[in-house]
């Protein structure tokens, strides 16, 4: 179903139609998708490379990175949630409409990340994280929190009948592949275009060791990330679909507002 204003057409798909549509809609609102992502993690990215400077710990720095990273990819679900629907977006606007409303998502997202790597070893931290993957889209879009947002959560994973575990295997894949191509070309312009690091220093493990090519495979990570965001926003709106008829209840929406405005065709 083409509901009124939406970008892309509102209905149910499949794992790959769902991860392929991501990579299709990040190419396609790249300024603004890339844009709010650069702006809110290249920061991190100094920050990271920074603490591994000052102590040496590459592992430090990684850590710290993948623990700020959901701050970038919610500014990305909300600005994909108004794209969605034809609302014109810049780097700016979506900042702005992020503003106040980080720091609740973050500091849960937070949360949940130091509790997934704490219980990660007994695999129940990778079964929370599963769990916790519509957190994003109910805290900005639908803005519930407490236990209205677990009801939520869990009731979208059971009407909607997907724990996104397929997916991520499939995107885990997609993601891989992704992260290694961008980071090797990044660290191939620095060498043949900047001549900052030498070319005995590529594909070797001295990444652990200089700041600079951390840094550079922090900012592919970063590149590559909105994919994993995007796949999970996608999901979600394909939870609500199978659950909840949301496709109709957005076409039913859209009959009544054209025929408020006068439009005599639109219920016909």
Not at 88 to 95: E, G, N, S, Y
């Amino acid at each position: 179903m083409l509901v009124d204003d939406a970008t892309f057409e509102i209905r149910t798909r499949r794992t790959t139609e769902t991860i392929d549509l991501a990579f299709v809609f990040y190419r396609t609102h790249l300024r603004v998708i890339g844009g709010v992502t650069l702006a809110l993690g290249v920061p991190l990215i100094a920050a990271g490379a920074a603490l591994h400077w000052a102590t040496g710990w590459w592992w430090a720095a990684a850590l710290f990175f993948w623990l700020t990273l959901p701050l970038p990819s919610g500014a990305v679900t909300l600005a994909a949630s108004r794209i969605v629907f034809g609302t014109r977006l810049t780097v700016f606007r979506a900042l702005v409409l992020y503003g106040p409303l980080w720091a609740g998502l973050f500091f849960r997202r937070l949360g949940q990340q130091i509790l997934t790597l704490l219980l990660l070893p007994i695999v129940v931290g990778y079964t929370l994280r599963l769990r916790w993957g519509f957190t994003p889209m109910i805290v900005l879009l639908e803005r519930l929190s407490g236990g209205a947002l677990s009801t939520r959560r869990a009731g979208l994973r059971r009407r909607g009948g997907t724990s996104g575990f397929g997916m991520e295997i499939v995107l885990a894949i997609f993601m891989v592949a992704a992260l290694l191509g961008v980071a090797i070309t990044f660290e191939l312009i620095v060498v043949d275009f900047f001549a900052i690091l030498p070319d005995g220093a590529l594909f070797t493990p001295q990444v652990f060791d200089e700041p600079l090519r951390l840094a550079l495979w922090f900012l592919a990570a970063l590149v590559v990330s909105p994919l994993a965001t995007l796949s999970w926003f996608f999901l979600y709106l394909n939870a609500r679909i199978r659950g909840e008829g949301w496709d109709i209840e957005l076409g039913l929406k859209g009959i009544a507002t054209r025929l408020s405005a006068g439009d005599k065709e639109a219920g016909a």
